[in-house]
């Protein structure tokens, strides 16, 4: 059975696969906590109260999860053509993969910071912070182990976006798994890719788990 297997191919689709999810999950981490803090403080009664701002930014964000993701894959090709002057590969994979993930995070983010409690901000408030010093100190502080169990949840599931986008010329395990697996007839490929694609989703929670109770001081 495991004859039958490229261990090469396997070896090189699994970094594309790391690449992908590592970059996708960074950016997903620097768009989604800005957003994410922004969807809080400027709802009606909080920090900096933008109804307007605030109405737009959730619509945007719902818009984005709402779309399924393969159609998000096939809607973004020209857009990462453009940006890229390629469609295909594991790079060009990132932008669907950034713009499918930053929004969905953006609303954990927004969960995390929405469970802290308003009397830790109020005090802050009233020994005169800044609206900066609150967000920084007290706000993404407080938040931070729900932050990372929500980035946790994000990053295993950019590992199946990542297997989706593969099918679609994205490369990695789910290219591998479709073309030289399931189009192959080689049911040996198709199980390896399976088998390293769980295992990562389970490292992934296992480091993410253990970050956010080493860091809850609660």
């Keep these: 059975m ?9 070896g090189q689709a699994s970094l594309e696969t790391l690449y992908m999810v590592s970059i996708s ?3 997903a981490a620097l768009f989604g906590i800005p957003l994410g803090v922004l969807l809080v403080i400027t709802e009606k009664g909080h920090l900096w109260e ?5 109405s737009t930014l959730s619509l945007i964000v719902n818009i984005f999860r709402a779309v399924p993701f393969i ?28 713009a499918g993930s930053a929004p969905f995070f953006a609303r ?5 910071i929405r469970e802290i409690d308003r009397g830790v901000m109020e005090a802050a408030q009233s020994m005169g912070a800044s609206h900066f010093t609150i967000i920084r100190k007290v706000l993404l502080p407080e938040a931070l182990p729900s932050i990372i169990s929500g980035l946790t949840v994000t990053c295993v599931s950019l590992i199946s976006f990542s297997a ?4 679609v010329g994205g490369g990695g395990l789910g290219d591998a798994a479709y073309r030289f697996g399931f189009q192959a007839y080689n049911d040996s490929m198709l199980f390896i890719c399976g088998i390293i694609l769980i295992i990562l989703v389970q490292l992934v ?12 001081k609660r």
Excluded: R
């Design 164 to 167: 989706m986008a593969g099918i």
């Design 50 to 54: 933008q109804p307007l701002i605030q």
């Design 25 to 27: 999950t960074l950016f």
């Design 71 to 98: 159609v998000l894959v096939l809607f973004l090709f020209p857009v990462a053509n453009f940006i890229l002057n390629t469609s295909l590969g594991s790079t060009a994979a990132t932008i669907p993969l950034i």
């Design 2 to 10: 495991l004859a039958d297997v490229d261990w090469a191919l396997i």
């Design 205 to 216: 929670q296992g480091i993410g788990d253990w970050m956010s109770k080493h860091i809850d």
């Design 108 to 112: 954990m983010v927004e969960t995390a």
